[in-house]
């Protein structure tokens, strides 16, 4: 059973701080991450995609890639009140299935 | 332009009613998806369609039908659903199956009374 593991939160940090999320995944064969980040009622949003060992940035955003640890974190930097959501974490194992973790919620005080 | 609609974006309906959710892309992408979400929980694959046929069905019960009638649309047929159906229904497209990224719609809030 191909399983993405995701602490489930809340994350609470305080405005202008760096929020850590964490993942790990159990498909030693995966090739694809991404972060999704979903708001109350609303359907996930692609904050973040990364396919190679290190970090990625984008803006606030940076996705870190470990595949010899099978864990994959998304920073988010200057963290701000609109970034309260939950963060899903999903891993591609090859063909057709995206695998989604249960989701972190991150709450972000102003 | 990353946007993937769906309609309608509320739904209520009986146990005895048949009604459909529609999905559309103008991306080009030629892999479209069906997820099923309940409250405070990852959406869940249901089907994935590849070049307009079926590729996967993940045991969903006969009661959902998917149907794909070009590489842009996605349709969902409801018959004779359960309250423990009721969900937010996502609908999703990649540029291929493999491995892509995959855009989500808004999705449809679906009540089964």
């Known amino acids: 059973q191909k399983e993405v593991e995701q602490n489930s939160g809340p994350l609470s940090v305080p405005e202008g701080a760096i929020a850590s999320l964490n993942c790990t995944y159990s498909d030693r064969g995966s090739q694809s991450f991404f972060w999704y980040r979903q708001y109350s009622g609303k359907s996930p949003e692609l904050i973040m995609f990364?396919?190679?060992?290190g970090d990625k940035e984008d803006g606030r955003f940076t996705a870190q890639l470990n595949k010899a640890s099978q864990y994959v974190s998304l920073l988010i930097r200057d963290s701000q009140p609109s970034d309260s959501a939950t963060y899903l974490c999903a891993v591609n194992a090859g063909g057709f299935k995206t695998i989604f973790g249960a989701g972190t919620r991150l709450f972000v005080k102003a | 332009d990353t946007e993937v609609t769906q309609t309608p974006k509320h739904l209520v309906m009986g146990m005895t009613n048949k009604k459909s959710l529609k999905c559309e892309q103008h991306?080009?992408?030629?892999?479209m998806y069906w997820y099923k979400q309940k409250a405070k929980k990852p959406p869940e694959l249901m089907f994935v369609?590849?070049?307009?046929?079926?590729?996967i069905n993940e045991s969903v019960p006969s009661r959902f039908s998917p149907e794909c009638p070009n590489s842009s649309l996605l349709n969902l047929h409801l018959h004779a659903l359960q309250p423990e159906d009721s969900a937010l229904y996502l609908c999703a497209s990649s540029q291929e199956s493999n491995q892509e990224t995959q855009y989500f719609g808004p999705g449809t809030r679906l009540l089964v009374l």
């Open positions: 369609y590849s070049y307009e046929k079926l590729s």
């Open positions: 990364i396919y190679s060992n």
């Open positions: 991306m080009g992408h030629r892999a």
